[in-house]
């Protein structure tokens, strides 16, 4: 985070800091809300800049997060599930996982350097006659080919 945009952050927090009504949740929702239309995003830094300038706990700011499906953060990590099984390898799964590997610049096990993917490998998803399988987060995905699923990753 730049020096401008720590000081816009400052700022903006500081809006909430002086709010004659103490601060509440319905103030703090309304702070990150805010942040985010700023930055697109509630950056970390600002957790920790909100907890110190409006004296609350990080655990209470994380769960506001959790609770409000429109807030995003940095720290979200979307799973990235590719089926090894035994059919989808038939089906060309073993070269498909290479292949991510190699366009996420990341191994099975590891997340991506922006920490934004994590890749893992199963064993079988039971969906064998549509392979090569993978899931992403919850949602299922079949006949994939590592197009579709930089199309789907562009889209999170």
Do not use: W
Request: hydrophobic share 40%; with cysteine.
């Amino acid at each position: 985070m730049t020096e401008d945009e720590k000081a816009r952050l400052i700022r903006l927090i500081s809006f909430y800091e002086n709010d004659f009504l103490g601060v509440d949740q319905t103030s703090l929702l309304a702070c990150m809300k805010e942040i985010q239309a700023e930055f697109e995003l509630v950056p970390e830094e600002a957790l920790g800049l909100m907890s110190t300038q409006l004296k609350t706990s990080p655990a209470i700011l994380r769960g506001l997060i959790a609770r409000s499906p429109s807030l995003r953060t940095e720290t979200k990590v979307h799973t990235i599930t590719l089926c090894n099984g035994e059919r989808c390898s038939n089906r060309g799964a073993i070269a498909f996982i290479r292949s991510v590997e190699k366009a996420l610049n990341t191994e099975v096990g590891s997340k991506t350097k922006d920490g934004r993917f994590e890749l893992k490998t199963q064993r079988c998803l039971h969906r064998c006659e549509f392979g090569i399988n993978l899931n992403i987060d919850a949602a299922e995905h079949t006949a994939m080919t590592l197009e579709k699923l930089l199309a789907e990753l562009k889209k999170i």
